[in-house]
């Protein structure tokens, strides 16, 4: 393994390339696309042109198990891989060496959103986000979340994988699960009170610290629109067989 290199499996457009690595990572990029990795040797040709761009499927990955520090599936690689999921996160569990990490996200559930903040005005989020943590979380928390519907196109894109099969193939393939983590159980994808909020860097930066702090209940995993799984490299075993994820 390479110290400090990073793979980031089924990209896309690379919304998410930079942030699963480091300042001074060596990045890979493992795309089936063709399309978007022109896209991103584009997009990234100065700030990044030492981004390795590699066209393959990520369920037969072209490396050497452990030979990344870093592996992220961000963007729900494993609900459009469907069937072959099980195998596209054994294979790139794989390919991290020791003391190294990975980082997964996926759906869930249909999503969520907080009853507190969704019933008050839009200007009215932005200013209550200027008061401490402690002050707004037991609100939130009392008042209960809301199951947001999504759109039935939208309902058949991907599919859906419970938070515990993840977690036990990463640990059978010999990772310790560090954070599961709901993403945006609160605001959800609230456009309007988003815009609003971000106007406001205070407010933005609180609004993070709430939902990460209510994301990391155990209660929210199950109607989360995404969840983030970080896990690292324990002592490797035996390789384990592929387990059975189900829908």
Not at 44 to 57: G, K
């Amino acid at each position: 393994m390479t110290p400090g290199r990073t793979l980031d499996v089924g990209p896309g457009p690379g919304r998410f390339t930079r942030l699963v690595s480091g300042p001074t990572d060596r990045i890979a990029v493992l795309e089936l696309s063709r399309a978007m990795l022109t896209h991103l040797r584009e997009n990234e040709r100065e700030s990044r042109p030492e981004l390795d761009l590699v066209q393959a499927d990520a369920v037969d990955p072209p490396f050497r198990p452990g030979s990344f520090h870093r592996v992220g599936l961000l963007g729900n690689v494993l609900g459009f891989a469907e069937e072959d999921a099980p195998r596209l996160l054994t294979g790139a569990a794989r390919l991290v060496g020791a003391g190294g990490s990975i980082l997964v996200e996926f759906v869930s559930g249909p999503g969520e959103r907080s009853r507190y903040l969704h019933r008050l005005p839009t200007g009215a989020v932005a200013r209550l986000l200027a008061a401490p943590l402690r002050a707004i979380e037991p609100r939130v928390v009392r008042e209960g979340f809301d199951t947001v519907r999504p759109e039935r196109a939208r309902e058949s894109r991907f599919r859906r994988f419970p938070t515990s099969e993840v977690e036990a193939l990463l640990r059978s393939e010999g990772f310790v699960v560090r954070e599961t983590l709901a993403v945006a159980p609160c605001l959800g994808n609230d456009p309007s009170k988003l815009t609003e909020v971000r106007n406001s860097p205070a407010a933005w930066e609180r609004l993070l610290e709430l939902e990460e702090s209510i994301g990391g209940r155990p209660e929210r995993r199950g109607s989360a629109a995404a969840l983030l799984i970080a896990a690292a490299r324990a002592e490797r075993g035996p390789a384990a067989a592929p387990m059975r994820m189900v829908k």
